[in-house]
């Protein structure tokens, strides 16, 4: 079971046109996620195709996985390195053997998680495999919800030629979807993906239900100061030494 990550989805993830993929995006995070780890063990919720986990195993991270997708574990056994160990199931309830300095969710996978309980939960594991001190990690979006106007509940966020992707609100469950309409052929193909969005402080009651507190909050994996106009955060929330 791959969920929404299949073999379709996995065979053009890893594109080298989109930011997420640019050297400098993948150097920057993979370093600070170094630095975070200190030396010590890191599980990265959702390891995907393995595009931080293989950079940051490159830089002498013991680097472990979880994952519910096979196709895009697949992907990453392909590359150099990429014999990282993954446990596949939920990382919101997947247990590994082991403690680590340093756990962590990145590029907006916390919203796969579509209910609120499933997120608790998710904080709750992630606290479950830490070492005392040991930090969770999380880089995720602010809801753009400043974007709809009255009445409207989608926002663009790609239009092109070759493709419209825009995402649908419910501002009244916090649920969302990506959705895109693709050309296929003579004809065009729709998929929708849903998440459930959540402010920075909601994940922070997460947090400290999980028993962990909020050391710090970037607008960006460069560190720079989180504010009112930023359209995302990276997270640190750590473990009671």
């Not at 986990?53 to 096979?70: F, H, K």
Request: charged share 20%.
């Amino acid at each position: 079971m791959d969920g929404y990550f299949g073999e379709d989805v996995a065979a053009r993830y890893d594109d080298p046109a989109s930011q997420m993929f640019q050297a400098e995006t993948v150097d920057r995070t993979a370093g600070v996620l170094a630095e975070l780890a200190a030396g010590g063990r890191a599980l990265e919720f959702a390891i995907g195709t393995g595009r931080i986990a293989l950079p940051l195993a490159a830089r002498g991270v013991d680097v472990q996985g979880i994952d519910l997708s096979r196709a895009m574990v697949a992907k990453m056994r392909e590359k150099p390195g990429g014999d990282l160990p993954v446990a596949f199931g939920d990382f919101a309830t997947t247990r590994v053997e082991g403690e680590f300095a340093l756990v962590y969710l990145v590029f907006n996978t916390i919203m796969n998680l579509t209910t609120q309980d499933a997120q608790v939960d998710c904080f709750g594991n992630a606290a479950a495999h830490l070492a005392p001190g040991g930090a969770f990690v999380v880089e995720v979006m602010v809801p753009q919800l400043r974007l709809l106007p009255p009445g409207q509940t989608a926002v663009p966020f790609s239009v092109a030629p070759d493709r419209i992707a825009y995402d649908v609100y419910d501002l009244a469950t916090q649920a969302m979807s990506s959705n895109y309409v693709e050309p296929a052929g003579d004809a065009h193909v729709f998929r929708s993906i849903p998440f459930r969005y959540a402010w920075p402080s909601e994940l922070d009651l997460m947090a400290r239900l999980a028993g962990m507190t909020l050391t710090d909050r970037w607008a960006d994996w460069s560190k720079e100061p989180f504010t009112g106009e930023s359209e995302r955060h990276v997270s640190v929330w750590r473990r009671p030494v």
